[in-house]
């Protein structure tokens, strides 16, 4: 029998590894067995994922139809309206289908009103999205055949210099992190393809509601607003928000008028009708687009290099010898089984396993697409 890491539930040998899968055998072998080898998927769909999987085609859409808004909403739409009738879980900042269909429309007109400010260009649409990368690991070994593998979301050109950035796309209801140079998934992806550039494209899901001291981004022209210009909210009445380019005056209108008199709103009033101006709702977008780029060391890629064939051979080996520790954790720091979809199989529940998860075979890269 040919080298591989596993034999699936379908009978198939499993020659590829990626990323999530390193991430999911290093939380837990044991889980990592029961998902990928034995099949056991959660029963729960969150929305995210779907949404994102939309959103992000929709954005290769608007970069290989000649950058056209409309058609892109259009195919948002399609590719959304698919999912009308599921039964997905919902966080409290997506609301629901209805609702996150409206951001998603926001975020893609977003897109592209600050793509020509972004310091990429993608020179070839058409050959620049969902570009795979792969490689067998250990050629001429008794590991031989087993490779890594991936897609790669965007591989773009930095304005900067004249070379390649990879660029990974989420969506999330969080600010892009920080530390974007440590994460593991570009830092894999680095190595892979030997870019140190990598970048996140970054699309983060707000609330509906626009409120005072809310930041938005204006999407289209309006009352001598460009598209693109960022905004603070002052207020709001039944045909549209007050809105200003200058922080100060809403911090400025926060100390001048406290309470809640009618003297004090009606100056209020005043002060934001000669201080903001008057838009649409539909005008401006609260959603945001968010992009950060960083260069991984040669010592940083091939790190994650060598933990990740690390692994490849540690799962062989668990797979062999027929032993898939389980990692398990109940107590803080470490209490991740409370929220393990596994846990019923794990603490020998049948009752609470069959509420939990079921047996759904799942291709390797389908593996780790929650964008959330």
């Known amino acids: 029998m040919k080298p591989h890491l596993y034999i699936n539930s379908k009978g198939y ?19 990592y067995y029961l998902q ?132 990974d796309m989420k969506t999330s209801g969080k600010d892009i992190p920080e530390l974007t140079v440590m994460d593991p998934q570009l830092r894999s992806y680095a190595w892979a393809k030997k870019c140190p550039w990598v970048a996140f494209l970054w699309f983060r899901k707000m609330g509906r509601e626009i409120s005072k001291g809310d930041k938005a981004t204006m999407l289209e022209a309006y009352a001598g607003l460009q598209p693109g210009t960022a905004v603070v909210v002052l207020g709001s009445d039944d045909f549209g928000v007050w809105v200003t380019t200058d922080p100060e005056i809403e911090a400025q209108m926060n100390k001048l008028f406290v309470g809640k008199s009618k003297a004090v709103e009606a100056a209020k009033a005043a002060y934001i009708e000669a201080n903001g101006k008057h838009v649409q709702e539909t005008a401006l977008t609260k959603q945001r687009v968010q992009f950060r780029e960083e260069y991984i060391t040669d010592e940083s890629a091939n790190d994650i290099g060598r933990s990740i064939k690390r692994d490849l051979v540690n799962i062989e080996t668990a797979n062999r010898t027929e032993f898939w520790p389980m990692q398990s954790g109940v107590r803080f720091p470490h209490e991740k089984c409370p929220n393990c979809e596994m846990r019923g199989i794990c603490s020998g529940n049948s009752e609470l ?15 780790g697409q929650d964008s959330d």
């Open 13 to 31: 040998l499993v020659t590829r590894h990626s990323y999530s899968g390193s991430e999911s055998f290093n939380d837990c072998a044991r889980k």
């Open 36 to 167: 990928r080898v034995q099949g056991w998927v959660p029963r729960d769909d969150r929305a995210a994922r779907h949404f994102g999987t939309a959103l992000e085609h929709a954005i290769t859409f608007w970069h290989q139809r000649d950058m056209n808004i409309s058609t892109a909403l259009g195919e948002f739409n399609r590719l959304w309206d698919a999912h009308a009738e599921k039964e997905y879980i919902y966080s409290k900042t997506e609301g629901d289908w209805a609702r996150l269909r409206l951001t998603g429309q926001e975020l893609l007109r977003l897109y592209a009103v600050k793509y020509p400010t972004m310091p990429y260009v993608v020179q070839n649409p058409m050959q620049s999205f969902q570009v795979q990368v792969g490689f067998e690991v250990f050629p001429g070994t008794d590991l031989a055949g087993i490779e890594f593998t991936g897609y790669i979301d965007l591989m773009a050109v930095r304005k900067a210099a004249d070379g390649p950035v990879i660029v």
């Open 353 to 367: 396993r069959d509420s939990l998860v079921t047996r759904n075979q799942l291709d390797e890269l389908d593996f």
